[in-house]
């Protein structure tokens, strides 16, 4: 009674003592609940020892890799633009401050060993200041409405996004 209700029009007895699986397009609905019954634990299941291994040293050889290849080297120096020039280069072992004019005031840099940030910047929005401290190789804060940009320099630079 239960294959009639799924019986398609024209279908002879057959369809119907299957229970409905012709009108699903061949296939048995107890198939379709065994599918959806295979879970994570039965894959689990067919994994041996040997399997694990080679899923923990191909993890171990990511993690490493990402470690070793994705560090740049130590900066030794800052260059300092304005307006696209270079303004000032300086080195990274001893504190100092640089001024720097831009076409909307005084842009103030600090220095410290191994590491620079930008201390204040007239523009409106103080992204660059909020930045903070630069400290790898590479990287680099721009003020763009003053036209004023620090970068670390020197080692070897770390890989972002816009250089592979």
Not at 39 to 50: H, Q, S
Not at 57 to 84: I, M, T
Not at 91 to 119: C, M, N, Q
Request: charged share 15%; glycine share 14%; with cysteine.
């Amino acid at each position: 009674m239960a294959g009639a209700l799924f019986q398609r029009p024209g279908a002879g007895a057959g369809a119907a003592s299957l229970g409905g699986a012709a009108a699903a397009g061949g296939v048995a609905p107890g198939f379709v609940r065994a599918v959806n019954r295979l879970a994570v634990r039965d894959w689990l299941a067919l994994l041996r020892p040997g399997d694990y291994m080679a899923l923990l040293l191909a993890a171990a050889v990511c993690v490493v890799s990402a470690l070793a290849l994705w560090q740049g080297g130590a900066p030794d120096k800052v260059v300092v633009r304005a307006g696209g020039q270079v303004f000032a280069e300086a080195g990274l072992s001893s504190a100092r401050v640089i001024e720097v004019p831009g076409p909307l005031g005084v842009t103030r840099i600090e220095i410290e060993p191994g590491r620079a940030r930008v201390a204040s910047d007239p523009g409106p929005r103080q992204y660059c200041v909020r930045q903070g401290w630069l400290s790898r190789s590479g990287a680099t804060a721009i003020c763009a409405p003053n036209q004023v940009s620090l970068s670390l320099a020197g080692g070897a630079s770390d890989y972002d996004s816009l250089n592979y």
